[in-house]
């Protein structure tokens, strides 16, 4: 019974790390869609190191350089250069082998500088979430706290390699790009998994674009609005041309089509 706590605990811990990823790693520094009150700022930051050991500034030149090169040479983590089996299992090595690439960071996060809170503690991810293990085996003893911590890291994993690799492979396109959209996958990872509509309009802030598109984690962006610990820089819509898309929605075979 105390294992399956765990592991309900695990799974709690990684939405909570892929909520903070997609909010604060993803929109507000990597694309500046959204700014946070400082208040905010530090909660991410810490949730941040001890929920995934990420680095914002790794995180956000390794991103930006998907974006700049996606699906083409250049891409750290294409699943059309590297394979969708690679891109599934080992993700994590794509990402870490372009995240040690200095030039990659000078590059791609120059706007993001190490501060000293960096310097003296966030660097180490290690420690952040070797703090969140201690924790958890001190509140659910060794065993269940060893689990509640492998559960978050192995589905915070596979919910980024999803996005990076079944988010470039399989699902709908909206728009004309090499990404795209997977309705389910977006429920398990507060909308990342619309990643067509993403690659289309990266500067949004919010990211489902049609009806039956759920981002889960724009009423949670305009909770902290309303709570004045987050405002909205990006616009909404812009570019998306009024909600019609740029390719036409797929239409049963014999069904009239609109001319
Ligand atoms: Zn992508
Ligand atoms: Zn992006």
């Known amino acids: 019974m105390e294992y399956l706590w765990a592991l309900l605990v695990g799974l709690g811990l990684a939405q909570v790390a892929t909520l903070i990823t997609t909010v604060y790693l993803h929109r507000v520094l990597a694309h500046k869609s959204i700014q946070l009150h400082p208040a905010a700022t530090i909660f991410m930051r810490f949730g941040t190191w001890m929920l995934t050991s990420i680095s914002p500034r790794e995180w956000v030149a390794v991103h930006r350089k998907h974006h700049n090169f996606s699906d083409v040479e250049g891409d750290p983590h294409s699943p059309h250069i590297e394979g969708y089996w690679r891109i599934m299992i080992a993700n994590v090595y794509y990402y870490r082998r372009e995240a040690n690439n200095d030039n990659t960071l000078e590059k791609y996060a120059a706007d993001l500088p190490y501060d000293r809170l960096d310097k ?140």
Request: no cysteine; net charge positive; aromatic share 6%.
């Open 120 to 259: 003296v503690l966030l660097r180490n991810g290690t420690l952040g979430f070797g703090l969140t293990g201690v924790i958890l085996a001190l509140l659910m003893g060794l065993g269940p706290g060893l689990v509640a911590l492998s559960t978050l890291a192995v589905v915070y994993l596979l919910l980024n390699a999803a996005i990076n690799g079944a988010g470039h492979t399989f699902g709908y396109k909206s728009f004309q790009n090499d990404a795209t959209n997977l309705r389910l996958l977006a429920l398990i990872t507060f909308g990342e998994g619309l990643h067509n509509n993403h690659h289309a309009r990266p500067a949004s802030p919010k990211l489902s674009a049609f009806r039956g598109e759920l981002d889960p984690a724009w009423p949670v962006i305009r909770l902290l609005v309303a709570l004045r610990l987050a405002e909205v820089v990006g616009k909404v819509d812009e570019g998306w041309e009024n909600h019609r898309r740029r390719i036409p929605a797929p239409t049963a075979v014999g069904a009239p089509t609109e001319n």
